[in-house]
């Protein structure tokens, strides 16, 4: 299947094609996403049962599929310990594009809070010693992530603000310690506020994601989401900027590119 060269290039950040929810047509979902230009999709682990799969969609097409490896939060149970060293295991034994998704989730369940927090801060360092990128879930968790980063930041230190639905405040902060904002679907909803924020951020610290099967874009709110949709995000964002989606497409393409590590098309 070929890449469509008619459209700006556009990278996913974000997306998790490899669940279930695309079953019964991942290979029509990632064709659709190549038909409206975007030509990289970087897919975040979730846990231990999720590992075989992404990497199984991800050696369809090694140049253009990036698998991840990391602990989710909402993933962080009784067990944790026992899934960060699976977590270590696989770094050892073959190259990830990052350490991701990873995090602290304070909107589902605080019960694990303290585990969340070490097993976010264990893989951070995981990361900045084998200097690879995080992917970060801040899910009302934004100002505690960024206290437990602000010590450690560094040139070494590095990576995405995932789905970032914050304040201008946070998101200077972010953008103070290195890190990119991950800009997805909620973009395009009325009442989230997200667009004044955007419209104060240069874009060259944004990147594009879906979060797929999650969070879809107006017109699709509410429906399986799919990278396809990362045009729609960036024609939105270009509204809101006031500039095309060339340019959009251009500088979010080239800030995914650069962190990630990205050399070819």
């Given at each position: 299947m070929q890449l469509n060269p008619t459209n700006p290039e556009l990278i996913d950040t974000h997306a998790h094609l490899y669940a279930q929810e695309f079953d019964a047509d991942r290979m029509e979902v990632w064709q659709r996403a190549k038909d409206q230009g975007i030509q990289h999709i970087f897919l975040p682990n979730v846990d231990q049962h999720s590992i075989a799969a992404m990497l199984d969609f991800a050696a369809m097409d090694p140049e253009h599929l990036h698998p991840m490896i990391g602990l989710h939060p909402c993933s962080v149970k009784a067990d944790y310990q026992e899934e960060l060293e699976l977590v270590r295991q696989w770094l050892d034994k073959?190259?990830?594009?990052?350490?991701?998704?990873?995090?602290?989730?304070?909107?589902?369940?605080?019960?694990?809070l303290s585990a969340q927090e070490e097993a976010f801060l264990t893989q951070v360092h995981w990361a900045m010693e084998r200097q690879l990128p995080v992917v970060i879930h801040s899910r009302e968790s934004t100002d505690l992530i960024i206290s437990h980063l602000k010590p450690i930041a560094s040139d070494n230190l590095r990576g995405i603000f995932h789905c970032f639905s914050g304040t201008v405040a946070q998101a200077m902060e972010i953008i103070d310690m290195g890190f990119l904002l991950g800009i997805g679907g909620v973009l395009t909803f009325k009442k989230a506020g997200l667009d004044q924020v955007v419209s104060q951020i240069p874009l060259q610290h944004i990147v594009l994601e879906t979060d797929a099967p999650y969070l879809a874009p107006v017109p699709y709110?509410?429906?399986?989401?799919?990278?396809?949709?990362?045009?729609?995000?960036?024609?939105?964002?270009?509204?809101?900027?006031?500039?095309?989606?060339?340019?959009?497409?251009?500088?979010?393409?080239?800030?995914?590119?650069r962190l990630f590590g990205i050399t070819h098309k």
């Open positions: 073959r190259p990830f594009c990052a350490i991701g998704e990873i995090g602290i989730d304070l909107y589902w369940d605080k019960t694990w709110r509410g429906k399986r989401n799919e990278s396809s949709y990362t045009k729609i995000v960036a024609e939105k964002l270009a509204e809101i900027l006031g500039t095309d989606i060339e340019e959009v497409a251009a500088v979010t393409s080239a800030n995914a590119k």
